[in-house]
């Protein structure tokens, strides 16, 4: 694994057009590509972002470039799907927010990971 440590700080925010009321953004990213630490064979997803604003909302180009960095990362499909909400929360501080990565079959198989922020 590489060292991770400036990929949360890649990603940027904006102040939210409208913080006094509730609404969804959801942001489709069809491209993500990450490496399987068992195989070293490229994964291919899709991550898609859910989520309630509160002070602030992601910057599509940052996110974008964020989600380019995995693309040499060896890393299991539950593992980056919480990492990347972690760092999603970290920085973005949304009053809720689901990610979940849709991966391309692969030998018969095919997985959705889903993570839920607050937890229920």
Known sequence: MSDNSHFRETLEVFDNPSPARNFTIQHHCPEFTSVCPKTGQPDYGKIIFTYVPDKVCVELKSLKMYLQL??????????VTNRIMDDFVAVVK???????????????????????????
Do not use: K, M
């Not at 995995?70 to 593992?79: Q, V």
């Not at 689901?98 to 990971?113: A, F």
């Open 70 to 79: 995995f693309r040499n990362e060896g890393i299991f499909y539950e593992a």
């Open 94 to 120: 949304p009053r809720q927010v689901t990610v979940e990565s849709q991966w391309t079959p692969r030998g018969g198989l095919h997985s959705n990971i889903i993570v839920q922020y607050p937890e229920d």
